[in-house]
Nanobody, 122 residues
Framework: QVQLVESGGGSVQTGGSLRLSCAAD????????MGWFRQGAGKEREGLIS????????YYADSVKGRFTISQDNAKNTLYLQMNSLKTEDTAVYYC???????????????WGQGTQVTVSS
């Protein structure tokens, strides 16, 4: 059974930082791709960062490039999202995903975490 447990969301002021964690079960962790996307209220889902296990390549959306960083702790089967210089427009529910960005559409997937709210206020 796929298990992805997110933590680390919360409220922060503009310019602040947060780090999200996504702990995966051993079976799920380290698949072809993993990454993060978000969905703000009334907004479309937005893919943020993806990492491809085989190559180690990472891809960042322009909206977060230079501010957000993805990292992994393979010993803990955990994916992280470090978010710096947060803006009000970063307010959204953030999801970690144990599949590739092409699948980050449509109904909720068991390969996604439960989501964690990030609220950035001015």
């Amino acid at each position: 059974q796929v298990q992805l447990v997110e933590s680390g969301g919360g409220s922060v002021q503009t310019g602040g930082s947060l780090r999200l964690s996504c702990a995966a079960d051993a079976y799920t962790y380290g698949g072809s791709c993993m990454g993060w996307f978000r969905q703000g209220a009334g907004k479309e889902r937005e893919g943020l960062i993806s990492i491809y296990t085989s190559s180690g390549s990472t891809y960042y959306a322009d909206s977060v490039k230079g501010r957000f960083t993805i990292s992994q702790d393979n010993a803990k089967n955990t994916l992280y999202l470090q978010m710096n210089s947060l803006k009000t427009e970063d307010t959204a529910v953030y999801y970690c995903a144990a599949d590739c960005p092409s699948r980050w559409v449509g109904p909720m997937s068991p390969y996604w975490g439960q989501g964690t709210q990030v609220t950035v206020s001015s």
